[in-house]
């Protein structure tokens, strides 16, 4: 299952840290950040909760900290109020949000990540982390179908090469190649170091004219590399990636 941020108007993160540890963090980040600025034709909204601190929780318009068995039940919360369709209209509450007891929270949460899933059906994305059980992975592509999401901002592929024309190639044959690269991104922690003893990674980043290898450390794989990225203070997006 992938997703299209960039016709995303609403975007709700059940634990799933869709822009810092998904596996299309980058692809993801850029297309949410196509529609942050407030000059734009529209603003997405993007709301989080999640067990732990994530880059996504960080990136939240509305954040609550939740426990990581308590997202089912968020998610079949959420699911009724869906069912029930009644959108809240925005206003301004009696009793402000940081007053409310945990219970309450998640109410006025729910009541609120409905009225907007609603207002933007075919327009919005509803993920649940990768962690949790099947229940709560049918549950999510329930809900996203249900708001005619499935075909829009919602792609399900039955195979995972259908996902991008990029096709993988096998390490052997990735060295065998080298000298065809003129660039090659390194992602990966420390392969150089962890590739079998048979494989002369070292020999095929020497016949490629620019390396860059994002890392944390300067490690044996930042020795044969151009350039060493530091992971920490370092955000890609898609424009970097050609």
């Not at 998610?75 to 206003?91: Q, R």
């Amino acid at each position: 299952m992938v997703y299209d941020l960039n016709q995303a108007k609403v975007i709700v993160a059940l634990d799933s840290d869709l822009l810092g540890s998904d596996p299309n963090a980058v692809q993801y980040s850029r297309q949410y950040a196509n529609h942050r600025d407030p000059s734009g034709d529209w603003v997405n909204r993007l709301y989080v909760a999640e067990s732990q601190y994530s880059v996504t929780g960080t990136a939240a318009d509305f954040r609550l900290a939740i426990q990581a068995s308590q997202v089912e039940y968020l998610l079949k919360m959420i699911e009724n109020a869906i069912d029930a369709g009644t959108v809240h209209p925005d206003k301004e509450e009696d009793k402000t949000f940081e007053k409310l007891d945990t219970v309450e929270k998640i109410d006025r949460l729910v009541q609120c990540i409905a009225s907007d899933l609603l207002s933007n059906k075919g327009e919005a994305v509803l993920a649940v982390g990768s962690h949790h059980s099947l229940a709560a992975q049918v549950a999510a592509v329930r809900i996203n179908s249900k708001l005619g999401n499935i075909g829009k901002t919602v792609k399900i592929y039955e195979n995972p090469e259908d996902i991008t024309p990029v096709k993988g190639i096998k390490l052997d044959d990735f060295v065998y190649d080298a000298g065809k690269y003129n660039r090659l991104w390194i992602l990966a922690p420390n392969p150089i170091a962890t590739v079998a003893g048979d494989v002369d990674l070292r020999g095929a980043l020497k016949q490629i004219p620019e390396v860059v290898y994002l890392s944390h450390y300067d490690d044996e794989t930042g020795h044969h590399s151009n350039w060493t990225v530091d992971r920490k203070s370092t955000r890609l997006n898609s424009s970097h990636l050609v």
